[in-house]
């Protein structure tokens, strides 16, 4: 079992920029890939970013590229999202999650955090 918590949403004023954090609990956190979704309401769950187990590479949607940046500190237990630029269209319950296979899709993440809330003012 993995239990993550997320931390850091709010509301922030386009343009401006937030610094979500995810903690893991366990010792095998280093052993999963790791990822960010959102959820607007109305709308399905989205993939935002992933980082591999080693933080050696990472993926990130096509709506995010060059503003949101993943991280995470294995000793730490611990994965950020940085993001910059803030839009309005970037209002949603964020989630991160936890993969043992790593990927972009929904069913490959085994664990869920509770989601917090980013929204973006005009």
């Known amino acids: 079992q993995v239990q993550l918590v997320e931390s850091g949403g709010g509301l922030v004023q386009a343009g401006g920029s937030l610094r979500l954090s995810c903690a893991a609990s366990?010792?095998?956190?280093?052993?999963?890939?790791m990822g960010w979704f959102r959820q607007a309401p109305g709308k399905n769950r989205e993939f935002v970013a992933t980082i591999s187990w080693s933080g050696a590479s990472a993926l990130y949607a096509d709506s995010v590229k060059g503003r949101f940046t993943i991280d995470r500190d294995n000793a730490k237990n611990t994965v950020d999202l940085q993001m910059n630029s803030l839009k309005p269209e970037d209002t949603a319950l964020y989630y991160c999650?936890?993969?043992?296979?790593?990927?972009?899709?929904?069913?490959?993440?085994?664990?869920w955090g509770q989601g917090t809330q980013v929204t973006v003012s005009s």
């Open positions: 366990g010792s095998t956190f280093s052993t999963y890939a």
């Open positions: 999650a936890a993969s043992r296979r790593g990927g972009t899709g929904i069913p490959l993440y085994e664990y």
